[in-house]
Nanobody
Framework: QVQLVESGGGLVQPGGSLRLSCAAS????????MGWYRQAPGKQRELVAH???????RYSDSVKGRFTISRDNAKKTVYLQMNSLEPEDTAVYYC???????????WGQGTQVTVSS
């Protein structure tokens, strides 16, 4: 069983920065892809950033150039550095451990990010 615990959310002004962290338990972190998703009120959950076990990354068009995903396998933690934040980035952010079918995926509990002046 894997547990994912996010931290680092909060209230920030437009143009500001936040760094989210997601710490994993268990022994499969280093061989698992990880993703950051977000869900704004009234909207579907969407993928924001993805990092493979070998640290290849990809981003949604809406955050490309502003957000950076990274991982530290020794600490079993994935990060999301968010710069130049916009009000449209306001959402609950979730991390996800992405396994190959038929292995189960795992979700964290989410952390609120609010961008407002």
């Amino acid at each position: 069983q894997v547990q994912l615990v996010e931290s680092g959310g909060g209230l920030v002004q437009p143009g500001g920065s936040l760094r989210l962290s997601c710490a994993a338990s268990g022994s499969i972190f280093s061989i698992s892809a990880m993703g950051w998703y977000r869900q704004a009120p009234g909207k579907q959950r969407e993928l924001v950033a993805h990092i493979s076990p070998s640290s290849s990354t990809r981003y949604s068009d809406s955050v490309k150039g502003r957000f950076t995903i990274s991982r530290d396998n020794a600490k079993k933690t994935v990060y999301l550095q968010m710069n130049s934040l916009e009000p449209e980035d306001t959402a609950v952010y979730y991390c996800k451990m992405i396994r190959l079918f038929p292995e189960p995926n795992y979700w964290g509990q989410g952390t609120q990010v609010t961008v407002s002046s």
